[in-house]
């Protein structure tokens, strides 16, 4: 199950939210911790079977284990170092295990000499986020920075519904305090309708933007030898501006429903396509992922403390754990986007003081330029692929002509309806590369002049403007809904 299903908006929210208000009347906040629980289970099931749901109960098992030894006060305090070294290794392991099973394998038949069978090894959802998440909160308990929680609370920090697929990544310490406060168990019209909103802004993104450049993105990554100049070009931005809209949109639509249930979770995204430097745009992009390798491993390795090459290789080591973190199928070109960004990182504290003098609008196309080009081996499955874009994307033949194929993927129903309800309208049929060319102006100003989801979210005040405009987004979005899609990031 996703958000941007008719089952999850229409059945799966409604009936969540009302049993969890009119059981929440009674002020007993377990009972309404295992409607969320069950809940979460469900969205799980429906969204991964009962492998899923197995997996995900495992872990939360033994985790809670591990916390409970952790907590236990002066019996295990000698021994706690080697409990906590052990919970990190099997959250670790689990997860390599999960994703680089036939990697593995296939490294050691190459070196028996034997062929190499690949497994359908089955990615439990959301594994990568709530690994990273127990993890969190492992070392959290052995440093005391967490409150006290029973296996009900516990699980439903791990399973909950809202983050599970996608993150973000959230602190015990952050969730735990909210699902014990029996205040917030009454239905808030100030938070449903900024929850409303939240979701609305998400779902357009996701609906309305990402699922458009689909066609384009997929197209052209897939056939590169194909496309050079102005077509290459198009499909870049489009899979740049997808893969930004697709997951900041599920993360506003996470926050949204949270909203909604009264409950609190961590920004992921704050206009990351705005940054003037590599270093602004990790400031702003996958917020929560960036603060726990920051946290957990960039600090325990000595941070910026050990001097400039201890600090240059801290710097390196997490950006190739966050490109592993992304998964085998295509290690090496993940290991590319990230050893690409933990370079640009080591470049600008090299040259700190020379690049923030630049002029903001060059360091702006500076950083916009380099991630939208580093985005090309996250997105495609082969090296030879990401030769063949940088070669073509150089390449002039063609500059001026527009493949059909790709324009045609800009063509919305929406235009199409306007098209048919209009045929004098013809502005567009007669000059179809204006599909691409305006969506794409479109999208610039929107993501450079507007403020984002979570500022007008500060803001938030109830009022026509803003009810108009969460109501347009929503049958917009829901008119456009094609069919059950996914999110890129569900399969990290």
């Known amino acids: 199950m996703i958000f941007s299903s008719y089952i999850f908006i229409f059945i799966f929210l409604p009936i969540t939210m009302l049993v969890y208000f009119l059981v929440g009347k009674l002020k007993n906040r377990a009972i309404n911790n295992y409607i969320l629980l069950i809940a979460s289970l469900v969205f799980l099931f429906y969204g991964f079977n009962y492998i899923g749901i197995i997996s995900a109960l495992i872990s939360v098992a033994f985790n809670f284990s591990i916390y409970k030894l952790l907590t236990t006060k002066e019996k295990f305090d000698q021994y706690k170092k080697y409990i906590l070294f052990i919970g990190v290794a099997v959250n670790a392991s689990g997860l390599l295990i999960f994703k680089y099973y036939n990697t593995f394998v296939y490294y050691i038949d190459r070196v028996r000499n034997v062929s190499f069978v690949e497994q359908n090894i089955i990615l439990p959802l959301g594994i990568s986020f709530y690994t990273f998440q127990q993890i969190a909160f492992l070392i959290d308990a052995y440093?005391?920075?967490?409150?006290?929680?029973?296996?009900?609370?516990?699980?439903?920090?791990?399973?909950?519904?809202?983050?599970?697929?996608?993150?973000?990544?959230?602190?015990?310490?952050?969730?735990?305090?909210?699902?014990?406060?029996?205040?917030?168990?009454?239905?808030?019209?100030?938070?449903?309708?900024?929850?409303?909103?939240?979701?609305?802004?998400?779902?357009?993104?996701?609906?309305?933007?990402?699922?458009?450049?689909?066609?384009?993105?997929?197209e052209v990554f897939s056939n590169p030898e194909g496309y050079f100049a102005l077509n290459m070009l198009i499909g870049v931005l489009a899979y740049t501006f997808e893969i930004y809209f697709d997951f900041s949109g599920y993360c506003d639509m996470a926050v949204g429903v949270s909203k909604m249930l009264n409950i609190d979770i961590p920004e992921n995204f704050n206009s990351p396509y705005k940054a003037v430097n590599i270093k602004d745009f990790w400031g702003r992009w996958h917020i929560t992922l960036t603060d726990f390798l920051t946290k957990y491993i960039y600090i325990p390795l000595g941070g910026s403390r050990k001097g400039v090459t201890r600090t240059y290789i801290n710097i390196l080591i997490i950006f190739i754990i966050s490109g592993l973190w992304h998964g085998s199928g295509r290690m090496k070109l993940f290991l590319i986007w990230g050893i690409s960004h933990g370079i640009a990182m080591i470049v600008y504290r090299l040259f700190r003081k020379s690049i923030d003098k630049w002029h903001p609008a060059f360091g702006w196309f500076a950083t916009f330029s380099f991630v939208s080009l580093t985005w090309i081996p996250f997105g495609v499955d082969s090296i030879e692929k990401v030769r063949v874009i940088f070669s073509n994307l150089f390449n002039l033949n063609g500059i001026s002509a527009l493949s059909r194929i790709i324009v045609d993927g800009f063509k919305t129903p929406e235009i199409t309806f306007i098209e048919t309800q209009f045929p004098r309208f013809t502005i567009f049929s007669t000059q179809p590369c204006l599909y691409p060319i305006i969506f794409m102006m479109v999208i610039f100003v929107f993501v450079l002049n507007t403020k984002n989801a979570k500022e007008v979210t500060d803001e938030f005040k109830t009022n026509i403007r803003l009810s108009l405009t969460t109501v347009f987004l929503l049958v917009c979005s829901i008119i456009s809904i094609s069919g059950i899609g996914t999110f890129i990031y569900a399969g990290f």
Do not use: M
């Open 143 to 218: 440093r005391a920075e967490v409150e006290e929680c029973n296996l009900l609370e516990y699980s439903l920090f791990v399973c909950y519904f809202p983050r599970i697929i996608s993150g973000p990544i959230i602190g015990g310490s952050q969730f735990l305090p909210q699902i014990k406060d029996s205040n917030k168990l009454k239905f808030n019209y100030e938070n449903f309708n900024k929850g409303l909103y939240r979701f609305s802004v998400g779902l357009a993104k996701k609906v309305l933007i990402a699922d458009v450049l689909v066609t384009p993105a997929t």
